[in-house]
């Protein structure tokens, strides 16, 4: 895999090719756009990766992070004095892209955040007893939908089925995920698995994923080289 010599210019690029619509900041058509998505996303966020002390691993640790959970605990409340019911996601993004946080020191992060949710949730849920119900559901992890192959760099001919980058699905999975939150019978809604958090789930929840990451890294030792590769230039460029 080649990598840029430098921070790379922008260019416009899509999954098959050049394009007037979509903006990158990195690499060119023939480099691949799974590629070009994940160092965009990451190399647009380099002051935030690699965190250390107390808010590597805490999510209220940070102000704007702490923030923003009050935000979300005040559209909880909201819902609750309106008799809204909510149903939320955490969606499924490709599991190179998970690979990603835990090399980037995100992981504590995810899963803290997560945390933050199912307490948040469950206090607000214990303050409505009989009022309107909030449902938090988590299809994020390492499986059948979120391996997919993803073509390798210089193929503009092979189409994902279940992506458009690892950070984007397609109709398909969400129209998968609707099934599931709003109880619909659909024979391809059981290719995603989904667990509603809530205390009791959480913890296996998260063990479960770990352990999953594990057997994926084992399972894929050619995507393991490719984001270990890209690592090392976001390092020497965030000089981490």
Do not use: Q
């Not at 909510?86 to 992060?109: D, K, N, Q, S, T």
């Not at 352990?211 to 000089?239: F, G, N």
Request: contains cysteine; charged residues 30%.
């Amino acid at each position: 895999m080649r990598l840029p010599a430098r921070p790379p210019r922008t260019r416009r690029t899509s999954v098959h090719g050049a394009s007037p619509t979509r903006r990158s900041s990195c690499g060119t058509a023939s480099e691949g756009v799974i590629w070009v998505a994940e160092y965009d996303n990451f190399y647009a966020r380099l002051p935030l990766l690699f965190p250390r002390g107390a808010s590597a691993s805490s999510w209220a640790a940070d102000r704007r992070r702490a923030a923003a959970m009050a935000s979300f605990r005040e559209l909880l409340r909201y819902a609750r004095t309106h008799d809204i019911e909510l149903r939320m996601f955490i969606f499924p993004v490709h599991a190179r892209y998970l690979e990603w946080y835990r090399r980037v020191g995100w992981w504590p992060l995810y899963e803290s955040w997560k945390r933050a949710l199912v307490e948040a949730i469950d206090a607000e849920s214990k303050a409505g007893a009989g009022r309107a119900s909030v449902a938090l559901w988590d299809f994020g992890g390492f499986h059948s939908i979120s391996t997919e192959t993803v073509p390798k760099i210089g193929d503009h001919h092979a189409r994902m089925r279940w992506y458009r980058d690892t950070s984007h699905y397609s109709p398909d999975v969400g129209d998968m995920i609707l099934d599931r939150i709003l109880g619909a019978p659909a024979l391809e809604a059981s290719l995603l698995p989904g667990v509603r958090l809530d205390p009791a789930s959480i913890d296996n929840d998260l063990s479960a994923t770990r352990e999953a990451a594990v057997r994926y890294r084992r399972s894929e030792p050619d995507e393991a080289a490719d984001l270990d590769e890209m690592l090392a230039y976001l390092k020497r460029v965030a000089k981490r």
